[in-house]
């Protein structure tokens, strides 16, 4: 099974047409039509069903269209890191993030690390860490920034630790209740949820870890510039990390409530796979995310008159 049949039947399969494929290959088509032909009499299946339309992949074909995606990443991976310990820092890098990790840890990174690796490209995804975990699995992205989980699958993931933050309770600062004591007082308001579904989320976490049931659910969302939105224009209390409350863009709009219980610390790690050889330029992005932790620190400490 070659590399360049693989190359054909991806083009196929996400161009919709032969045709289509053998211009993004710069083949002609009968040259084309012969290598996935070659392929269907190899594993002796058919992996593409033609229609009015154009060709449609098997069941078949779609299993062998995932894995060459796969290959196809993998075989671009090996190039850039040979070249990379070669002393040629060329290539491309792909980062999930969860929001709080997006404003908190990747501008100064890209900063920096731009700086130094110009001819290295990072694409920035954001999303919540569950779905970041399964494209890790499928060798989608590189690294995943998010809250270290607990209960991750023992030798999967390599975890390294960059900082912790704590998620703190704020409210509009007119809010009736932005001056709560306890999270008693704001059991019965509706909660902006951070996660995937109702039944996830740091204001669940939150009540649970002392002992109450979790607050009723106003808006469940995925980014913090959401947040801070549906929060700074309504009645919803929600959580949000410290660093980002603290913020003079947030303190016009927010205030962080008092409650006596604080807020809920949260860890947040870079995760790669375990079974991958790690890069040197995923070591050398870890290093700038080290270095992005510490200036989000210091900024912190100087806003809040804590120490470095």
Not at 13 to 23: D, F, N, P, T, Y
Not at 261 to 270: H, V
């Amino acid at each position: 099974m070659k590399l360049v049949t693989l190359k054909a039947l991806v083009a196929a399969v996400e161009e919709g047409s032969l045709r289509g494929a053998a211009r993004r290959i710069n083949v002609s088509q009968p040259a084309l039509t012969k290598m996935i032909r070659e392929l269907e009499v190899e594993l002796s299946t058919a992996l593409l069903v033609r229609t009015s339309k154009g060709v449609l992949p098997t069941a078949q074909g779609k299993v062998l269209y995932e894995r060459s995606l796969k290959v196809s990443r993998e075989l671009g991976a090996a190039v850039d890191e040979i070249r990379q310990l070669s002393g040629y820092m060329v290539g491309e890098l792909t980062i999930g993030a969860v929001p709080v990790a997006v404003l908190l840890l990747v501008p100064e990174t890209l900063r920096t690390f731009g700086r130094d690796f110009p001819k290295i490209r990072i694409n920035v995804t954001e999303e919540l860490y569950m779905a970041q975990l399964q494209r890790l699995r499928k060798s989608e992205i590189d690294v995943a920034l998010c809250g270290i989980p607990a209960g991750l699958a023992a030798g999967e993931f390599s975890i390294e630790p960059l900082m912790t933050t704590r998620m703190v309770v704020v409210t509009r600062k007119d809010h009736p209740l932005s001056k709560a004591r306890s999270l008693v007082e704001l059991a019965r308001a509706n909660w902006v949820y951070t996660g995937s579904s109702f039944d996830s989320g740091y204001a669940k976490t939150l009540f649970e870890s002392h002992g109450m049931t979790a607050p009723p659910v106003g808006a469940v969302v995925n980014s913090t510039l959401t947040l801070l939105s549906l929060i700074a224009n309504g009645d919803l209390v929600g959580l949000m990390p410290e660093q980002i409350a603290h913020h003079p863009v947030a303190r016009q709009f927010t205030t962080i409530v008092p409650v006596v219980e604080g807020g809920l610390d949260l860890a947040i790690g870079a995760i790669t796979r375990s079974e991958s050889v790690v890069s040197p330029a995923i070591r050398h992005l870890i290093a700038h995310l080290h270095r992005a932790a510490h200036q989000v620190n210091l900024r912190h400490n100087a806003i809040t008159g804590g120490a470095a």
